[in-house]
């Protein structure tokens, strides 16, 4: 009788109510006028969460993982050098998907726990005076090591070093959840997914791509049909899809976007931040730390966490589900064993997010770790009362 | 955006997602054979949930208040005299629809807090000896106090008086919850609802009634037609109703009586055991104190606290739900402003317990109540996690 | 795998997806003040529908024959004498009501078929000099005979006679897919429900009362308690209900108004009106007879058709569900064995009414009546093809 | 108004209630140990579908087109032969994306609405002594024209021609509504998709891979991440997946493989061929053509039908959408404008073909066409009555 715990993996996030019935609707035929009519307006206003103007709003029925391989074959040839960092699981899946495509991949080995290097990008860019990169790979927020990265600094890298090459951004598990700045940045791809800051069910990839990455589509040989955007660009314009459109995810969007912008993009972000920050709280209280190295690094829809040396963070998230019905995140790659994970995105609430750090307080206690019971919770809720938006508070 | 917390009012309660899904379903035809294949064994099945055999359930589309209005007037006359405790609301307001069924209402005064006083209803009843008393009403969980009475008491009362009056009880906000022995305790009319134990939406009141309460209809003359239980058995027999069935909420409740017998009843009981004792913890870790009297009064349902003196418990639930989006339950009646009250009934776990207990305490922080942040959840913490059910604790 | 037809049952109806959903919420307290604000504008807007400005709206968590319960016995007194015309099963029932509740109740005996008899009418409330005659009760549209009455003219007949007696009206079947005139009919109070024209599930009795019958519940001494008019508004006018609300419902409802709404209420006449005539068409073309008795009689929501000498309709209806999965009214009352009814109210479409044409004539093929396969499918198509509106058919 | 017509494309389907009910789930961690309870029978269950037990079922979130793409990257590399026939618009796209994925496609062109040409692909084939030929491709059932191949006869020409290439079939929409044997027909890799015979939302293609395709695996070059069959089954034998899962139609799945066993795969077949018979009926009352050529191809899941000279097939289901609310399928490549399409397959019954028929009736004749209303109903009617399966009969 847990099924109205909530999650807390970093995705997909709890469903709230209100778009598990946006979803919840009969299939309708997706030739027909009214399909275009929903369609449309969806991809217009998917772009004001890339907050972009000039980008062109793509999916496609798959998961994040088919958004990278659409950004990659998309874009380049067999043996393009692409320029990445690796500084976590979802990194190094990027690296592993370019290489099997046959690209020629720069890593530059990061520390887990750090962020996009900046500083290494630009003298990496620098160095290519015959601009073979042709693109640079980034991962805005690390979902395994609750690390947001820099993109704003690696595009200063870029033009410091008046490097032509296409910007990439894996923003899976930041986008509609933390700011997002496709135009400001100049992203060239953004890729994303339905089931994290959209709050919907698995099974839509969410690109953004600018102008620049279109044309250079044009010239791109990798093969793809499945994910090939002219194919989906050429199908949408008419208010169609080059194969059947998954109906139920495009209403789902369509009422996400709806509760977005109700709320407002900037209040999303900011209760993302309050709710991962006394999520820290907890675990400064705790006497844990994160695996972010740094303040500046801190993901505010994620954040992964030592356990205590001598301690099995898998032994810890078994138990939390096994003994309590909460599903928390495993540590994934390098993290396995030495960090758990604690998703705060989609919709979430200060009250939810309570409850799961009373439970994982409970299974550090079954499991004898050295915290003291309710410690986390109170730090937490100090920060939520003291922090709550005036307005609220006003109300009261 | 706060649609996914738990409410922790004493009713209507969760409902799972699995129950909202049994009562999603479209219109059928409660004239054709089929809807007699669904509805004829959730009656037989409803009355294991009142551990009776000879006992027959009816149901009414309507609420609690029109179970009460069926029980009393399928069996009694104008004038005939009644005897009941006041020590609630919900007694309060059975009397008062007793009175103004034109019932002669033997009313035995209680404080608020206290149960069904065992000595005076015998007192009462052997002072009867003309037999004037055609029923004794008794509310086994008064949902306003956080009271549970001696309903086995209450009959040994009668037997002592061997009196032969009616024994009603109201099971409103205890059937499917705590434990209910229609037959052991020999009640004749038992009145309970889809919205408490049952998890299901408000809309259904759930009767059961004892061969000698089938007998008194007989000759009982106050009016009923909607409530009649004569035509409702009638129809019944034969698959039917004797007007447009609430065909969702029979379909709920068939989903309903599944999943407690999956649980299991006597784990059900346990479960609302375990979880109004974390809260209890937790009342006592912040210096506060029930309203029910005594330990053996403890509700399992639903527990009204006691704000300090000097504080108003309409403004900490005020507060609550506008700076948290959480419900408790208000003070009712004579504890109108003076207690809040946590219901823990239904679908609930000790997750969503301890988000409850988290929100209150900042609310009570809030307000500056003189609580410590953080003292009521690792009490129950601290009680959630060594009580757990040993198999659990294998499996962990 | 049947579940994808529609019913032809006249209520409860197809319930449209999009009141399913709506109905497919979460508790929340009712007692919070987004209960307020969801409720009243439901109470408000469903003025509209009975087209009243003065009346007032009260709904019970009950079905249509709570309604009439509740007409009665907050309006009179034991002993009072109503006048009722009977003519098919409802209006029979409410007969049935009346008596029981101790009411004097005057009938005029009608032939099944036929509607309100307005001039018997006007001859008993003329003769009744001393006007001991308190409430005139009349079915709008008597489900089982499929006759629709005037009510215009029973209001004539009351004013010819100068009779201040009160005008009540069952529209349960009628309302929101029939035209009925609050206002200008003069009805003091009218009792629909939410399984009909609403279109909803079953659960809720919804009535509309006039000043005049709101004076009438001061002096009217018959019990009542879940019923309670002034209970009910007394708790409406602070945005609750002196019980547990089907919340579901209510969400349902503010659904189910933006829909009719959204519509037009005129163009919801005109849809069933359409409906009903292709229905008629069809019954002609089989060289059947209505029970209706004259087409100024037909009911645009259920049509009632005799089935020739010598057959049973039970039988053919049993067939229908048997063999193709589909639901139609069996003949009630008088009319049981000797009519089947084909229900065309609330979410229906000419498509759903030309697939119970289809069915019943292949059942009655099957059971060698004689009626050709396509006859009345072909009458239905011809009509409906060529009545569509304008507007629609521009577009094609 | 017309949300609850049913559409008559060729998929996606009409989704039974059930289904769309077992779609609406809250997130559940993927991770966790009942996710893998849950998704290893599904896989198990599925073979049953394909009538295999030595293939393994390997889904992907995407569309049919995704699954395509699966089943020729993971066995070809660049550069090497395929053999296809081309006689429609979906063995039209799949050699579209062989060609794309560089491979070298032999094309046996075949008028439209004729299927597989057996003897010309044995002839084919025997000519490849070299072998060069790596894998047939057949198109199962071809969409466009309402074709169904014949598998068995395309496996015999290849075991006359003794030769070793893999047979790859398109069954996307055929299974789980036609015939279909994997292992019998010895083929290599059938793909197939959630949104047709398994009645689910679009999003899941569905695979079955034999042993040999597999060993193919090993050596095949063409890049594929996404949608790798080694990633995916080793992420599927621990019981996960390798990147998110679409849960919701995992439990979907489960569900519709519920539904399929208890109706019995037999009876679905002997369902699906009833219904399209029944319009094959009415296609021969209305005068019209089917574009198959002969019975023997009649696909049971969808009919192309020509329209007649001088009109136009795309007015036709426009008007039929417009004036109706009616979904039909248009006619798609060489048939554009020449041929519309009933879809048949998935949730359907007697009752929603004939209202299918009756709404296309109704259109034909607005645009007059040489029709007579009710001719088509009245022939599937006929036959629809007389088909029924004893059983039902004797319950009648």
């Known amino acids: 009788m847990s099924d ?5 993996i970093p995705g997909p996030t709890n469903i709230p ?18 399909f275009v009519e ?8 998917t772009k004001k969460v890339f907050a972009t103007t000039t980008g062109k709003v793509i999916t496609f029925p798959s998961s994040g993982t088919g958004g990278w391989e659409a950004a990659v074959t998309n874009t380049l040839s067999p043996g393009d050098k692409v320029l990445v960092a690796r500084y976590g699981m979802f990194s190094h899946r990027w690296i592993d998907l370019c290489q099997r495509h046959g690209l020629d991949v720069q890593i530059i080995e990061c520390p887990w726990g750090s962020g996009a ?18 693109a640079v790979l980034v991962t805005h927020n690390e979902t395994a090591t609750g690390v947001k990265s820099d993109i704003a600094g690696v595009r200063s890298a870029m033009n410091a070093a008046s490097h032509p090459a296409l910007l990439m951004v894996d923003c899976v598990s930041s986008l509609a959840s933390m700011d997002f700045q496709m135009d400001t940045w100049q992203v060239d791809i953004a890729v994303s997914g339905s089931q994290k800051g959209f709050m919907l069910a698995t099974g839509m990839a969410i690109l953004c791509v600018s102008p620049k990455a279109l044309a250079a589509m044009e010239t791109a040989k990798l093969p793809r049909i499945f994910f090939d955007f002219r194919d989906m660009m050429k199908a949408n314009a008419s208010g169609g899809f080059p194969y059947t459109p998954p109906l139920q995810l495009i209403y789902g969007m369509r009422e996400s976007l709806k509760m977005l912008f109700e709320e407002g993009l900037d209040n999303v972000y900011a209760r993302h931040f309050r709710l991962a920050e006394g999520v820290r ?18 993901s505010d829809t ?3 966490i030592y356990v205590p040396e001598g301690f099995d963070s898998n032994a810890l998230t078994a138990h939390a589900f096994d003994a309590y019905g909460v599903s928390f995140g495993i540590g994934l790659g390098e993290m396995n064993g030495k960090a758990f994970r604690i998703g705060h995105l989609g919709s979430l609430t200060d009250v939810m997010v309570l409850s799961g750090l009373a439970t994982i307080e409970m299974a550090m206690a079954d499991l004898d ?28």
Chains 1, 2, 3, 4 share one sequence.
Do not use: C
Not at 4 to 8: G, L, S
Not at 38 to 45: H, I, Y
Not at 117 to 134: C, M, N, Q, Y
């Open 117 to 134: 290097p900046v500083d290494r990008f630009e003298s990496a860019l620098a160095a290519d005076t015959g601009h073979e990169i042709k």
């Open 38 to 45: 929903t369609f449309a307006p969806v991809l217009e206003d």
């Open 17 to 34: 109510d209100r778009l598990l019935s946006a979803m919840h609707v009969q299939t309708r035929d997706h030739r027909a006028p009214d």
């Open 302 to 304: 994620v954040s992964a």
């Open 369 to 396: 770790y050295p915290v003291k019971l309710g410690s986390g919770v109170a730090a937490a809720q100090e920060y939520f009362r003291t922090s709550r938006a005036p307005a609220a508070k006003a109300a009261a």
């Open 4 to 8: 109205q715990n909530p999650v807390f």
């Open 281 to 298: 709280r907890a675990v400064d209280a705790w006497g844990l730390k994160l695996v972010a190295q740094s303040p500046d690094l801190y």
